[in-house]
């Protein structure tokens, strides 16, 4: 079955600590995207990368991290520098150069508290 | 600065009903114009469109783009309880293959 896995569903975190969520797809996507939802706001690009090795800052990339060591991952970090990081985080992928949709993970929904 | 609005935020039907969700848009670069379906988790996708006039039909759900006013029409006749969700529009950016969305219209069908 080709699809975005996103792991763990849920997640809790102390405020002052790091935490990286995990994003997989086995779809051959070139790009992948990461991005947040908080109620009444739609989703917000944090960050995303076209290819292995290269990414992009989004909208409100502050207090995040990523890596694209690999094609079929591309795992976020969320920083203590992330002044309200609850929320919940979607990742995509795509084909790349488009216009092609964008496929979305299950997402994970991470409360620090 | 590239922005998407869609209109209502929320709406509350009876099944059965018809509904038109709404989808403007000022983007730099447009290369296309997408929407999808929330229900829980996940987006869904449920159309692109990248031209003026031409619509999109999938069963009772139908959209249409106009570039020339920049905005975008949701249409779901005789919905059913299984419609209530988020519907989310968005529109891609050219040459950077980045989505702007919207706040998206939460859509609730009583039975």
């Known amino acids: 079955d080709g699809g975005i896995t996103q792991s763990p569903k849920y997640l809790f975190r102390k405020e002052g600590q790091n935490v990286t969520l995990s994003c997989e797809q086995n779809l051959n996507h070139d790009a992948m995207y990461w991005y947040r939802q908080d109620p009444g706001q739609g989703l917000r690009l944090i960050y995303y990368s076209q290819i292995v090795n290269d990414f992009q800052k989004g909208d409100i990339a502050e207090g995040y991290s990523v890596s694209r060591e690999k094609k079929e991952s591309f795992p976020l970090t969320v920083t203590s520098a992330q002044k309200n990081p609850t929320a919940f985080y979607l990742c995509?992928?795509?084909?790349?150069?488009?216009?092609?949709?964008?496929?979305f993970g299950p997402g994970t929904r991470l409360t620090v508290t | 600065e590239d922005k998407v609005v869609q209109s209502p935020l929320s709406l509350v039907v009876h099944e059965g009903d018809t509904v038109t969700l709404n989808c403007s848009y000022e983007v730099t670069n447009f290369r296309s114009l997408l929407w999808y379906k929330q229900e829980k988790k996940a987006p869904t996708f449920l159309f692109m469109l990248t031209s003026s006039g031409i619509e999109k039909k999938s069963g009772r759900l139908s959209s249409i783009l106009d570039k020339k006013e920049l905005f975008s029409i949701l249409n779901i006749t005789a919905t059913q309880t299984g419609d209530s969700a988020i519907y989310l529009c968005?529109?891609?950016?050219?040459?950077?293959?980045?989505?702007?969305f919207g706040k998206g219209t939460k859509l609730t069908v009583n039975p």
């Open positions: 995509a992928s795509s084909y790349g150069v488009g216009p092609y949709e964008q496929y």
């Open positions: 968005a529109v891609e950016q050219g040459g950077s293959e980045k989505l702007v």
